[in-house]
């Protein structure tokens, strides 16, 4: 999410990691995982840098070498895990749809089979939009199909994803609030499978259906925090407020969230980030939400809304100046850009911009 705000207030730097990121790929064969002091470290999970390429690129910055990004990106999704510095766990991956527990075990939290398997759902989901967008048809069905294997590990039983076994048995007994406060948990990184199960924002009515429809989804996640299964001093939940307003009529579930998180959580004292920081991913969240929208599905060009902290921001873009104004306090009445009224809560980038004004009108209540 720094990276979309980058993109948003400052895409001249951003465009510059752009290159930056197709230039490590030029000079030793791989994009960036954690790059730090100009070594690769190899940390944590997934294949991030392409949600961050291509959403710059469905955002409009294209001002890079897009044909050799996207070269980087097919590579580290299709070669063999023995020679695959990004998914050295591919292999079970593209054969099974997921990755059991025990075939890979690097990080010091032990495995972490379902976290890493989630990140590539999320980074093939990315990657198809990419493949879409650049003209490769096949390309573009191939990952979105792989994006949608996170079903495997939907158990009914616990209501949450939950590791597998290679033979694809679940793993028995579970505790789908293990790991919570960063203890150790089979197939979960820093994190329990509360703080997972909704990490699908490429697929959330997919997820829903697998839960059992609409009202069962909006149940369970309003559940997760009001039984405080959500841990904000992470991210892999960090965009389950948005969720809610995948659903028409459940819009004020998100601004009410949102509006607590930031009460709560994010305060002026020194400790007033609920935990670290990574490298401004807290920082970036609290941001946005106070600007009153959130780009909840990396890759996808749209952002979600909520009811904004601040009066009125100004924010200098490359088509000129965007206006977000709030009046009133509570929630979401009436919602217009560039005078016309808006009527859906999940806005594309480009239609923001265009906008150039956004003006949130609010009431109490609900």
């Not at 089979?113 to 879409?132: C, G, I, N, Q, T």
């Amino acid at each position: 999410n720094l990276h979309q705000l980058l993109t948003l207030v400052y895409p001249d730097r951003q465009r510059e990691m752009l290159r930056s990121m197709t230039g490590m790929y030029e000079e030793w064969g791989w994009l960036p995982k954690w790059e730090l002091y100009g070594r690769e470290t190899f940390t944590m999970e997934g294949d991030p840098a392409i949600p961050v390429i291509v959403d710059s690129w469905m955002k409009g910055l294209r001002d890079f070498d897009v044909a050799k990004a996207y070269e980087a990106m097919r590579k580290s999704a299709t070669t063999p895990g023995a020679q695959n510095r990004m998914r050295p766990d591919l292999d079970p991956y593209i054969e099974k749809g997921y990755i059991p527990l025990g075939f890979y075990a690097k990080d010091l939290a032990g495995d972490t089979s379902v976290s890493h398997a989630l990140e590539y759902y999320m980074a093939d989901a990315a990657l198809s939009l990419l493949a879409d967008s650049l003209g490769h048809g096949d390309d573009a069905r191939l990952f979105r199909a792989r994006s949608l294997g996170y079903k495997r590990y939907y158990s009914p039983e616990s209501g949450t994803l939950r590791p597998l076994h290679p033979d694809g048995s679940f793993l028995s007994p579970f505790d789908p609030k293990a790991g919570e406060n960063f203890t150790a948990a089979p197939g979960f990184h820093e994190g329990s499978a509360w703080n997972y199960t909704f990490y699908v924002p490429h697929d959330v009515e997919g997820l829903a259906k697998l839960m059992g429809g609409r009202r069962k989804f909006i149940d369970k996640l309003q559940m997760v925090f009001d039984e405080g299964l959500y841990d904000p001093a992470n991210e892999p939940d960090i965009a389950y407020a948005y969720l809610f307003s995948r659903f028409r009529g459940e819009e004020w579930r998100t601004q009410r969230e949102t509006r607590r998180l930031l009460e709560r959580y994010f305060t002026t004292a020194p400790d007033g980030i609920p935990g670290n920081d990574d490298t401004g991913t807290m920082s970036a969240w609290a941001v946005f939400t106070m600007l009153g929208l959130y780009p909840d599905c990396p890759g996808e060009p749209y952002y979600t809304l909520t009811s904004p902290t601040f009066d009125r921001v100004e924010i200098d873009t490359e088509r000129g100046t965007l206006v977000i104004e709030k009046r009133g306090e509570g929630y979401i009445d009436r919602m217009t850009l560039g005078d016309k009224p808006l009527k859906n809560y999940r806005i594309l980038h480009d239609e923001l911009l265009k906008g150039g004004k956004l003006t949130f009108e609010l009431q109490t209540g609900n």
